[in-house]
Nanobody, 121 residues
Framework: QVHLEESGGGLVQPGGSLRLSCAASARTFSRSAMGWFRQAPGKEREFVAGVSRSGGRIYYADSVKGRFTISGDNAKNTLYLQMNSLKPEDTAVYYC??????????????WGQGTQVTVSS
């Protein structure tokens, strides 16, 4: 069983910053591909950023490149998403996702409950 728990969302003004956290088990953190997705009201869920199973590759959506940074803390088994220069269009529920740590699949099979990020003045 894979459990992911996000935290760190909230209300921030345009141009501000937030850091999201995703706590996972040691097994998941060390063996899974992990990433962040978001879903705005009335829109489909979209990819934001991800890191490969080995941790060697990092991917970003074009809309967040240069503003968001994905990283991890091995000691805490926690994935982060540092979000800077936030825009109103970044408003969404942000989800942490992970692949199956028991397989070589890179697909995101497990999801957290989501955390709301609202960018507004």
């Amino acid at each position: 069983q894979v459990h992911l728990e996000e935290s760190g969302g909230g209300l921030v003004q345009p141009g501000g910053s937030l850091r999201l956290s995703c706590a996972a088990s040691a097994r998941t953190f060390s063996r899974s591909a992990m990433g962040w997705f978001r879903q705005a009201p009335g829109k489909e869920r979209e990819f934001v950023a991800g890191v490969s199973r080995s941790g060697g590759r990092i991917y970003y959506a074009d809309s967040v490149k240069g503003r968001f940074t994905i990283s991890g803390d091995n000691a805490k088994n926690t994935l982060y998403l540092q979000m800077n220069s936030l825009k109103p269009e970044d408003t969404a529920v942000y989800y942490c996702a992970a692949s199956d740590p028991s397989s070589n699949s890179q697909s995101y099979d497990y999801w957290g409950q989501g955390t709301q990020v609202t960018v507004s003045s």
